[in-house]
């Protein structure tokens, strides 16, 4: 666990040879809603097939998906078998700063 920035950085290593991003997010969402009251997915990155969501232009030398979720309320980060799978999440539970 870290926390770079604004987000916790949370880590999940796997050994299943199946896993897919359905399997990953459920993963996340669950270690995910330990950490956040009403945690919402604002962003996901497929390593696997290189598609991530939304997607934007990188952005200050970060993924555009990392930096359009810090911008919009995005608070722990998860990341699934060393960044195979990525997932950002906002509390919303917690009003807009």
């Given at each position: 666990?870290?926390?770079?920035?604004?987000?916790?950085?949370?880590?999940?290593?796997?050994?299943?040879?199946?896993?897919?991003?359905?399997?990953?997010?459920?993963?996340?969402?669950?270690?995910?809603?330990?950490?956040?009251?009403?945690?919402?997915?604002?962003?996901?990155?497929?390593?696997?097939?290189?598609?991530?969501?939304?997607?934007?232009?990188?952005?200050?030398s970060k993924p555009g998906w990392i930096a359009y979720a810090e911008g919009h309320g995005g608070?722990?980060?998860?990341?699934?078998?060393?960044?195979?799978?990525?997932?950002?999440?906002?509390?919303?539970?917690?009003?807009?700063?």
């Amino acid at each position: 666990m870290s926390k770079t920035g604004k987000l916790l950085t949370l880590k999940i290593n796997i050994e299943e040879s199946s896993l897919t991003l359905s399997l990953a997010r459920k993963l996340a969402d669950d270690l995910a809603s330990g950490s956040l009251a009403e945690p919402m997915l604002v962003a996901w990155y497929d390593g696997i097939k290189g598609e991530e969501h939304p997607h934007v232009h990188e952005c200050q030398s970060k993924p555009g998906w990392i930096a359009y979720a810090e911008g919009h309320g995005g608070r722990v980060r998860i990341d699934v078998n060393e960044g195979l799978y990525g997932f950002i999440y906002a509390d919303a539970g917690e009003p807009a700063a």
